[in-house]
């Protein structure tokens, strides 16, 4: 069976994508096709690289295994469905879009990393931890432009946010709600690259730039746990209101 003609994971053999007989089809998707994984007795998980034009994580899990993943336009997890990367090898190419909606990620996207061309937005449809990310992983942007909006945005249980970031673009990054990176928010962007917003609250671990514009954006460097040293250059803040408070440091002292 097929849903709206996408190719849907059956799991009939194996968890191995690459088996043409876990498929609807009968055939491994390839990069024209969209991609459904569903809820199933038997969860995919990669063998070798793979490409496909869009992908719904619904249900159940897929697990990278360790491989890279292409996907030309959307990637979205919704209902219980989750994205497993635990594999420093594990690397997830997304052209498009990313809409995390699923379930619980809590420990799942520990290593490797996404690099995304379109917008980010965690929803909490079925789960609040539905981008919760730790460890090593890295969020890479790569638009020049994108939009970035946490529905569950903190720390701990009930939140979503990034481990690292990692903004590439040369335009404006655009906040639609508070976002929270745990370690390092890098940007590479120079001085011509804007954080925007319309008072939204950007709480990083730390925070490398080479010349970085928030406009109308607060910045709260939150080192409470005392493993990161305190490092922050080149950022400029405009368009704040005037009570707003611009900068906030939490640290523990020495």
Do not use: Y
Not at 17 to 35: E, L, M, R, Y
Not at 78 to 106: C, K, Q, R, W, Y
Not at 171 to 194: F, K, P, Q
């Amino acid at each position: 069976a097929t849903a709206g003609g996408a190719v849907v994971w059956t799991g009939a053999v194996s968890t191995d994508w690459s088996v043409a007989g876990n498929w609807s089809s009968g055939v491994v998707p390839t990069v024209t096709d969209s991609v459904v994984i569903p809820a199933t007795a038997v969860s995919p998980a990669l063998t070798t690289t793979e490409s496909v034009a869009a992908l719904e994580v619904k249900g159940g899990s897929l697990t990278l295994n360790g491989q890279g993943l292409g996907v030309m336009r959307t990637f979205l997890t919704s209902g219980t469905g989750v994205l497993v990367m635990t594999n420093p090898g594990d690397v997830l190419v997304v052209t498009g879009n990313a809409i995390f909606g699923g379930g619980s990620e809590a420990g799942l996207l520990t290593e490797g990393g996404i690099t995304l061309g379109g917008n980010f937005s965690q929803t909490a449809g079925t789960s609040g931890e539905s981008f919760q990310s730790s460890g090593n992983f890295v969020t890479a942007l790569t638009g020049a432009t994108s939009v970035v909006s946490f529905a569950t945005p903190g720390t701990g249980a009930g939140t979503s946010q990034f481990q690292d970031l990692a903004w590439l673009g040369t335009g404006t990054l655009t906040l639609t709600s508070n976002v929270r990176v745990i370690g390092t928010l890098t940007s590479s962007s120079g001085t011509t690259g804007t954080i925007a917003g319309t008072g939204q609250i950007l709480t990083v671990g730390e925070m490398v730039t080479l010349g970085t514009t928030l406009s109308n954006v607060l910045l709260e460097l939150d080192q409470t746990s005392g493993a990161q040293g305190l490092a922050l250059a080149n950022v400029k803040f405009t368009n704040e209101s005037p009570t707003a408070v611009q900068l906030q440091v939490n640290h523990p002292g020495v």
